[in-house]
């Protein structure tokens, strides 16, 4: 089955600096890659997702880029701020399903003033 | 809108005692998630329906069970409670069509 690996599981940038999280993915059939964000005692939620017929998209401060051909995909985000604290979480659709999702085990990133 | 909602918010369970969690949405979605999350884990997905009176086991199903009577409500139910099943549970829903999946505020249960 498919198995997602996010690297790294916690990482500190300066307020104002990039922040980048890597995930790697198994299953080459899998084709929507989300990223969600998770604030201190709430649910996740979807900041920005893409799918494999597409190699960047871009919302603002954050981006998505996806190698297909080396099954990676990574969450740029520039500019950091300090609500950008959180626990981000990339996924991937399992195998051909596009309504199951494999998880990454998160990455808490945290802004330091 | 409510979105999702789930009740109850804490829960402490002593070692084989039963539970229901249940899942509540308002936004007419077909589909319905129970994942749970442990620490260094992420979420995985313990059971998932695709429609109203259908349910399939995820990832993690073991000593849970799951019911979707009404296409607004999931309920995910432990008949036995184990300290293992100690845990954050998440449920959530995503329109047909959507790939957007959205979260209600979390379930920490408690097994001692």
């Known amino acids: 089955g498919e198995n997602v690996e996010q690297h790294p599981s916690t990482l500190s940038v300066q307020e104002g600096d990039s922040a980048v999280i890597k995930c790697t993915y198994s299953?080459?059939?899998?084709?929507?890659f989300p990223w969600y964000k998770q604030e201190l005692g709430k649910g996740p939620q979807l900041i920005i997702d893409?799918?494999?017929n597409v190699g960047e998209k871009k919302d603002q401060r954050i981006a998505v880029t996806l190698n297909k051909t080396a099954k990676h995909f990574s969450l740029h985000i520039t500019e950091t701020q300090p609500e950008d604290s959180a626990v981000y979480f990339c996924a991937a659709s399992w195998g051909n399903s596009n309504y199951q999702l494999i998880w990454g085990a998160g990455t808490k990133l945290i802004i330091k003033p | 809108n409510a979105g999702v909602t789930q009740t109850p918010k804490f829960r402490v369970l002593k070692t084989g005692q039963s539970m229901t969690l249940l899942c509540a949405q308002d936004?007419?979605?077909?589909?319905m998630y129970w994942y749970r999350q442990d620490p260094g884990m992420g979420l995985r997905l313990i059971h998932y329906s695709v429609g109203e009176g259908t349910t399939a086991k995820g990832e993690v199903p073991d000593g849970y069970n799951v019911s979707r009577l009404k296409k607004q409500n999931f309920l995910l139910g432990l008949e036995s409670a184990a300290p293992s099943q100690t845990s954050v549970y998440f449920c959530?829903?995503?329109?047909?069509?959507?790939?957007?999946?959205?979260f209600g505020p979390g379930t920490r249960l408690t097994v001692l």
């Open positions: 299953d080459s059939a899998s084709n929507y």
């Open positions: 893409i799918r494999s």
């Open positions: 959530a829903s995503k329109g047909q069509g959507y790939n957007e999946q959205f």
């Open positions: 936004m007419n979605h077909e589909y």
